[in-house]
């Protein structure tokens, strides 16, 4: 993909994202976290994302703790072209745009995640945490 997007002049002028919906699969090494898929467990809901924005990125190879759900890369995403949802229409997730922006932990985006797995399995986590 970055190779075509390089050919036809568009990388440097592109948003992309990479991330996973949850944790590795059973045949995956998510050490140092415990769990995996379907799993409460760091393992299965601590998922990373690379983030590739060369127009927007204020510092290469910067490192986030920034918490969030997949519903705000949508929010991020709309922001980042200048779209507004239609009147009405309430987004589940909220834009980590100025998280980017800033190469920092910022507590506007932060909000309640909650998760739930196979078996009943619950869990939320309420409020931000730090940045390395």
């Given amino acids: 993909m970055a190779d ?20 590795g699969e059973r045949f995956s090494d998510n050490w140092p976290l415990v769990g995996g898929k379907m799993d409460l467990t ?11 924005w060369p127009q927007g990125m204020a510092r290469r190879g910067f490192v ?3 918490h969030c759900l997949t519903m705000d890369w949508t929010a991020t995403i709309l922001e980042i072209a200048g779209v507004t ?11 980590m745009l100025p998280a980017l922006r800033a190469n920092r932990v910022t507590p506007s ?3 309640a995640l909650a998760h ?15 940045s390395t």
């Fill in 64 to 66: 986030s703790e920034q």
């Fill in 42 to 52: 760091e393992g299965g809901i601590r998922v990373p994302y690379i983030v590739y």
């Fill in 116 to 130: 739930e797995a196979q078996q009943l399995q619950r869990a939320l986590r309420v409020g931000a945490c730090g």
């Fill in 4 to 23: 075509a997007l390089r050919e036809t002049g568009q990388l440097e002028n592109t948003f992309i994202v990479f991330t996973s919906d949850n944790g």
């Fill in 109 to 111: 985006s932060a909000h």
């Fill in 85 to 95: 949802p239609p009147t009405g229409h309430k987004l589940d997730g909220v834009s």
